[in-house]
């Protein structure tokens, strides 16, 4: 039974140079943090992930929302924790805020993810391992899947799941290979070009072979020149690809599709503002067949991201667990994109601590293709159990709980 709810505002300051970005030139990353204690002594760790100023009123509304789980058994919660969650989600004065988007729905994510952590450590697994040994019904039973029915109806999400149950086996061997990495910390946006070669560098030397550059830059020139570092010191066999961060316009971010054809780019990611879904489907068709969309960071919650499914918006699916409402809504979207052949490669705002759980889950149990976990390595010693990552793969954790326990 949860016997106490507090909440932490964990804010780490990584300088003036890590973390940064086109837009976001300065972050300070943070986590809303929602602790859950039970009975036994359990504590959940719920995090949602902003860059700092705001993170308190996070906090706030997760508390405001979490009120509802004291006295509640974790067991019985997760029974039919889709419903509660989209009781959450449209309690009826708070829902005004969003609804299912910013301040609101990451305090849900908060919450949530929090809710996930106490059960997986009630029963003493990993999350990873807690969402592959549950039945088909009762996983679904977690997710709320309203508003998608035009898209994707539960019977066919219990098909995704039940059509690739005889096939686990070809999948499974890939928790001792572990799921590849790929390293975002070589290229941030403050970084000069000979940081970037060094980075690239000693990328290369920690076994990475994929990696993503920061670009956004008032000079497209730079941009280019930038990239071809990257790809000098990476070799030609490396995957590369580039993040604009919704810096530019359409004419610009067309500019730049053209500019980079020749770079082999694996995608080109937020080139535009999140909310232009028509946006990026007409960049996804400007940039084939040289290289595909990435989108998912800023995009709030499973219904805009259906539209993006639907528009053929983008060719990677981004969706972080600690930006839209957890790892429930993280489902959703998961099976959604199943449903239509695109790829998850999450955005990692909980520096992947959450998603080697999650990517593991989707890729055994969904059978979505193994392809990149993103790595960022700058609050690996804030955290418990940080991530585990040799030779540029991630280890699969065997703590119980999802690895989101900080220090």
Excluded at 214 to 233: A, Y
Aim: hydrophobic share 40%; charged share 20%; proline share 5%.
């Amino acid at each position: 039974m949860i016997q106490s709810i507090n909440l932490r505002d964990a804010r780490y300051d990584i300088g003036t140079q890590a973390g940064s970005d086109a837009i976001h030139r300065d972050p300070t990353y943070s986590y809303a943090t929602t602790l859950l204690k039970d009975d036994s002594g359990h504590t959940g760790t719920g995090l949602a992930f902003t860059l700092g100023e705001g993170n308190d009123l996070v906090c706030r509304g997760a508390e405001f929302l979490a009120r509802h789980l004291r006295g509640r058994d974790i067991e019985d919660l997760m029974a039919h924790f889709g419903t509660f969650q989209n009781q959450l989600a449209n309690e009826q004065q708070f829902r005004w805020l969003g609804p299912h988007k910013g301040l609101a729905h990451l305090a849900i994510a908060s919450v949530t993810n929090a809710c996930w952590d106490l059960w997986a450590k009630s029963r003493g697994v990993p999350l990873w391992k807690l969402l592959l040994d549950l039945p088909p019904e009762a996983l679904l039973n977690t997710i709320d899947l309203t508003y998608l029915e035009d898209e994707l109806t539960q019977e066919q999400a219990l098909a995704i799941l039940t059509d690739h149950q005889a096939t686990r086996c070809a999948r499974e061997p890939i928790l001792k290979t572990g799921y590849p990495g790929y390293d975002t910390s070589i290229g941030w946006f403050n970084y000069s070009d000979d940081e970037i070669k060094e980075n690239v560098r000693k990328s290369v030397d920690a076994g990475f072979t994929a990696m993503k550059l920061k670009v956004g830059s008032p000079d497209m020139d730079c941009d280019l020149r930038r990239t071809e570092i990257v790809r000098s010191g990476a070799g030609d066999a490396a995957t590369l690809m580039v993040d604009a961060n919704q810096q530019w316009s359409m004419p610009r971010a067309l500019e730049f599709g053209e500019r980079s054809r020749d770079c082999d780019l694996f995608w080109i990611e937020e080139p535009t503002h999140p909310d232009d879904i028509l946006g990026h489907a007409t960049l996804a068709k400007a940039y084939a067949p040289h290289t595909k969309v990435a989108a998912g960071e800023h995009v709030p919650n499973r219904i805009i991201f259906k539209n993006y499914f639907q528009a053929h918006a983008h060719g990677f699916c981004q969706v972080d667990a600690v930006r839209v409402a957890g790892i429930s809504e993280f489902l959703a979207v998961s099976l959604m994109a199943k449903n239509r052949n695109i790829p998850i490669v999450p955005h990692v705002g909980d520096m992947g601590q959450i998603h080697q759980h999650l990517v593991l889950f989707n890729h055994i149990a969904l059978g979505h293709e193994a392809l990149l976990l993103e790595h960022i390595p700058h609050l690996k010693k804030h955290f418990v159990h940080p991530c585990l990552v040799e030779n540029g793969v991630y280890q699969t954790p065997q703590e119980p709980g999802m690895s989101s326990d900080l220090l």
